[in-house]
Each structure stands twice: as C-alpha cells, then as structure tokens.
C-alpha cells in the first residue's frame, strides 16, 4: 500500500507526454487538433529596373525580376503616376515595360511596384533620357526675282524633329526682326534689296541647322515718262518760281515753289504731294499768311516725313526775316521760325533729314558784325533744340547731309582774306556729340563757289566744289573718311583744257556717288556759250576712286547747262539739264539722260518738255530738278517762263 502511493505522483507527471506520443504515433486519432499551414512569402526586387536613353520617338525597354509567393502583380509608374497600356505603352502590369518615348518623358523616374497577398514592394526610379532629334529641310529656300516695288516671299519646309521648331530668317547673316515663321515676306522689294543673301536658321532642342542661301534678285521695272502736268496756279500774274522736290522710297513726291498769293498781296511758300501712281494734289500754301517768302528748300525720310524750310519776312512789306520750318507727317503743321528772334536776317536755309524724322537745319544770319553759320536739330517729333554757331566769320552758303546713321556733315564757304575777296571751304561733323572743331578743305580762292555735299549710310561724305584751276573753272571734290573723321585733299574731276560750272551730286544705297557738271572752252565762256555741255562722274564706294569724267550729251548736240542729278539705291540714275532750242539759243527746253548701273553707260538724251501748247508763246524751261526712289522711279520738276506776258507755270513729270 505504501508503495502504491510513492508511484502515483510520477505517473501524473508522465500522462500528458504519453498522450501526446500516442496521438502522433496514431496520425491524430479521428479529429484530433493539427499544426497551423507557414505563413506566405512576400515579393522582394530581385533585379531592379535600369535607367535608359532613347531618341525621341523610340522604343525603350525597362524590366523587373522579383521573388515572393504568387501570383505577383505589377504596376509600372512614371514620376509616380500609374501607366496604362495604349498610346505606345505596353506591358504596364507586366514584368517588363515598353515605351515608344516622347522627348516629354525626358528625365521621368521609371518604377515598378510588385504585389502579392502578402504585401507590396516599389523599385528603385530608373531615369529615362529622352534626346532630342534634329528636324530635316525638306525644301529649301528657293531665289527670287521680282521687280522691284513687287513682294518677295521665301519658304522652308521641315520634317520630322523634336518639337517645337521655330525659325529666323536672317538678311546677310543678320536675324531679321519678326521673321520667325516657317515664311518670310518682303513687302516691297527695292533696288537695294538686290543680291540680297536670305538664309534661315531652324531651331528645335536638338539644337540649330541653317538652310541653304537664297538670293533676292531684284531689277527695275519697265517705266515710262508720264505727261507734263501744270500744278501751280498757271495765272500769269502769280510768277511762280524757285521749285524743289523730293521724293521718299516708295515713290511718294512732294514739290515746293514760291508764287505769288491769289492776292498778289505777297510771296508765299506753295506745295503739291504726289501719291506713287496717283495724281498731284491742288497746291496750296504752308508758310506764314503774313510776309514775303523766298528760299525754300525740303527734305524727305524714306517712309515720307518731310521738313521744308524757307526765309520769311515779318510783314508784306518788309521786317527782320525768319527761317521758317513747317512739317509733314500725315499733313503739313508745325509751322515755327527757327532762327532766334535778333535784329538781323536769317537766310540760305538748307535742311536734311534722318531716317528716324529727325532734321538738321542750317542757314545764315548776322551777330551784327557779320554773317554767321547757325545750325538747328530737331528730334523725331520735330522739335527743335537750341541753335549752335559753328565756323568762323564771315560765312556764305552753308550746306548739310545727314547719314543714314545719323551723323551729320556740313560746309561753308568762309571769307579768308582782308577785303571779303577771298575764301576758303571749311566742314564740321556731328556724330552724336555736338559739331565737331571746323576744319578748312579746300585751297583759299577768289573764285569759289557751288558748294554741295552728300553723305552715305556710315556717314563718309563727298563735298564738291567750283573753282578756279590753271587759270580756268575746274570742279574739286574732298572726301570725308568718317573712320578717321580725315578729308582728303580736293581733287579736280575734270581735266584742265575746259571750264566746270555748277557741280551737283548724289548717293545711291551702295555709298557709290554721282556728281555732274556742265563745261565750256574758254572761247566759249568769253561769249557766253557753252559748248561742251554735261559731264559725270562716278565715286566707286567698293574702290574709293573716281571712274573719271563721262559725256553725258552726245558729241554734237547743243551743250546742255544747268544740270541736277538724282541716283536710285543701286546707282542708277537720271540728269536733267537745259539745253538751248534749236534756231534760238536764247531759249531753252527741258532734257534727260538716265545711267545704267549694268554696263555703266549712259542713255540717249531725251526731251522732256514737249507740250506744243507750253511753247506757244515761245516759253523757256528753268530751273530743273529731279529726285528719285529707291527702286528708280522718278518726279522732275521745273519752271517755264514766256516772252509774253512773261507768265511763269510750274511743271512736273514722272517717271515710273
């Protein structure tokens, strides 16, 4: 009994263990309790995606292994957005993406999130570089000829190439401003747009490609004179006269005369404009309605803003007189005196303007011991700034041109010696910094006179002069090298077996210049007639020389005199000149010659007043002048007197 009990308390340790080693020996019995199935493995990135470059519009590839329990699912991103297959993506819930790449996905972080039951994994951001890719000319830009005053368009066409694409048209190399379409358009091509060189760069971001060049050729169109026209009053009692015109780059043309006012109170300052193609409006009068006016001169821009400038007295019957100044923009205003209100006259006003509308004005007027050079400026809104003496005393005569780049130029003749017998001419330059300290370019003389000047776009300049040489009239030119701001030494342009009288000269567009005369021998200036007529000569701006004196007139036909120039942008130009009537040399008529660039050779003269009904009363052309555009249309314009009753009308043709 006792030791029954001593082994009770072990067998009570012991049960649970045998249970449990005859249940397992058993398979579980029927429905016994089991241990629990292993938990599911999640996925983890085995590989990760690599970054890629691709050209824009590619195919790239980006692909992800991964381990964990399946089924595994996957979800392409790009910057963190969820992508879809279409639109040239496939395989977006994939193991492996592919993109067709716009350059848009430039720098996109690609990733991939993988998922099963057990949880979610995200790669690493692989970088997708996008490159650019160039476009391609399909069509070059293609030559033009146009005549001038006509348009002018050049296109290019692309393909391909990452977007955006955008243009610039470039004139000699230059980027033209506005010129960023797949076309470009000159509006009205001019004479001096010939030989132009028109390229295009074609920009996108891969980068630039320029097109081939292109060549703007541009010839004159065919022209004709148009009718002489009367455009002043045509009464006899009003004896206009002292005409002057001007015309700007499209053909647009005003001229100006002094006539006497319905009244016969007074002379007044008329004008007429002329629209290219169109007709000349009714004259009518832009000066002060009091006072007598005499001297008048104008200039024009190339877009049709004009100056004209004019001596005026205070009253009808006399009083100090005043350089006038009155405008045109879209009508003729601003009228002001510029000259500063003293006791003395101002006179010889000579005006020139710049492409911007400004002006600079000069003229003379006495400090009450002599006569002085003033010079006025003008902004673009035509105000006037303060009056600037400049040269010594006594001077005559002043003359200006204004460059295209603004810089201005002017001469005048200065009394040198004791007594007023002998002169000089001296020049100042102003290139932005008031008027330079005067300068003497030519020998002094007892016989100089005829100044004129012109300037080119940079603002060298040629002055040109009459005087005496070997005992005869010669005419001198002086260069002004606007680099060195250095005048060259006068040069005669003629030789020294005849007389020079009354030189003028012009510029064309290229900086090349035109300066005619008219000779006679000396056997011929002791009587009083000419007999040699007009001369040229042409300043080559590409060589810096004189091509040397040309016959504009023909041997053998009555010598011309008196002769005005004008010059297109290429050089061609046109003279006008009076040339005695045949049988009554006491008369004269209205004649032309046109030089042509191509050949420089001039034409056969022409006559240019041949209106039967003018002559009737055996009338006499005067005083002729000419101006042209830029593409060689022309305006002349004179005025005719006649014995009986001495009526004067001012006349004008055009040439386009």
């Known amino acids: 009994m006792t030791r029954l009990r001593s082994v009770r308390p072990l067998l009570a340790t012991l049960l649970p263990f045998l249970a449990a080693a005859t249940l397992d020996a058993c398979g579980g019995g029927g429905g016994g309790g089991g241990s629990p199935a292993p ?18 519009g590619g195919s790239v590839n980006f692909s992800v292994s991964a381990s964990g329990d399946a089924p595994l699912t996957y979800q392409w991103s790009r910057n963190a957005t969820a992508l879809s297959d279409g639109a040239g993506i496939t395989g977006s819930a994939s193991n492996a993406l592919t993109l067709t790449a716009p350059y848009a996905f430039n720098g996109s972080q690609i990733a991939v999130s993988v998922s099963n039951a057990a949880g ?68 009205a091509a ?78 007044a300052v008329w004008a007429s404009r002329y629209r290219a193609g169109g007709t000349w409006t009714a004259a009518a009068t832009i000066d002060n309605t009091m006072g007598n006016s005499s001297q008048p001169r104008i200039a024009i821009t190339p877009s049709g803003i004009a100056v004209a400038a004019f001596s005026q007295s205070a009253a009808n019957t006399g009083g100090i007189v005043n350089v006038m100044s009155t405008r045109y923009d879209s009508a003729w205003g601003n009228l002001q005196a510029v000259s500063s209100a003293v006791s003395t006259n101002a006179v010889d006003p000579q005006v020139a303007m710049g492409p911007d509308g400004s002006a600079t004005l000069v003229f003379d007027q006495s400090d009450g011991t002599a006569s002085r050079t003033q010079v006025a400026m003008s902004n673009t809104a035509g105000v006037w700034s303060g009056i600037t003496t400049v040269g010594g005393l006594p001077v005559f005569t002043p003359q200006v041109a204004v460059a295209a780049n603004g810089h201005a130029v002017m001469t005048w003749k200065e009394v040198t010696g004791p007594g007023g017998f002998t002169s000089a001419m001296w020049a100042s330059r102003n290139v932005g910094a008031g008027w330079s300290v005067p300068v003497q370019i030519s020998a002094i003389s007892s016989n100089l006179g005829s100044i004129q000047i012109a300037a080119d776009a940079n603002g060298n300049a040629i002055a040109v002069w009459q005087d005496a040489s070997s005992g005869r009239q010669a005419v001198f030119a002086s260069r002004l090298d606007a680099a060195s701001g250095v005048w060259s030494s006068p040069q005669a342009l003629n030789d020294s077996t005849h007389n020079a009288f009354l030189p003028e000269i012009a510029v064309d567009g290229t900086g090349s210049m035109l300066v005619v005369w008219y000779e006679a021998t000396d056997a011929a200036q002791a009587i009083g007639v000419v007999d040699i007529g007009v001369v040229a000569d042409r300043f080559l701006s590409a060589t810096t020389t004189w091509g040397g004196p040309k016959n504009v007139q023909p041997p ?3 010598a011309g005199q ?3 120039v004008a010059v297109d942008a290429l050089g061609n130009a046109m003279v006008v000149w009076l040339q005695p009537m045949a049988g009554n040399g006491s008369h004269y008529e209205l004649w032309s010659a046109t030089f042509a660039v191509s050949g420089a050779a001039w034409g056969a003269p022409l006559k240019l007043m041949t209106d039967a009904a003018a002559y009737a009363l055996i009338g006499s052309d ?14 002349v314009v004179w005025y005719q007197q006649t014995d009986t009753p001495f009526a004067l009308g001012i006349w004008t043709r055009v040439y386009r």
């Open 39 to 56: 938990a599911p493995v999640a996925p983890a990135i085995t590989t990760q995606p690599i970054a890629a470059t691709v050209a824009d």
């Open 562 to 564: 008196v002769p005005n």
């Open 556 to 558: 053998g036909d009555p």
């Open 190 to 267: 001019t004479l001096a747009d010939n030989a132009s060189i028109i390229t295009v760069d074609v920009i996108n971001p891969a980068g630039t490609i320029t097109s081939s060049a292109a060549t703007l050729s541009v010839t004159a169109q065919a022209r004709n004179w148009g009718p002489a026209v009367l455009i002043s009053s045509g009464d006899t009692l009003h004896t206009p006269g002292y005409p002057q015109t001007v015309m700007d780059s499209t053909g647009n043309a005003f001229t100006i005369w002094i006539e006497a006012n319905t009244a016969n109170a007074r002379n």
């Open 622 to 635: 005067q005083e002729p002048k000419i101006a042209m555009d830029a593409n060689g249309d022309a305006v």
């Open 120 to 187: 979610k994994v995200v790669s690493n951001a692989a970088v997708l570089t996008v490159t650019a890719v160039s476009p391609s000319i399909s069509q070059q830009p293609a030559n033009v000829d146009v005549a001038a005053g006509m348009s002018a368009t050049f296109a290019v066409k692309t393909t391909g190439g990452t977007s955006p694409v955008t243009y610039q048209w470039k004139l000699g190399g230059v980027p033209i401003s506005g010129a960023t379409t797949a076309s470009f358009t000159v509006a």
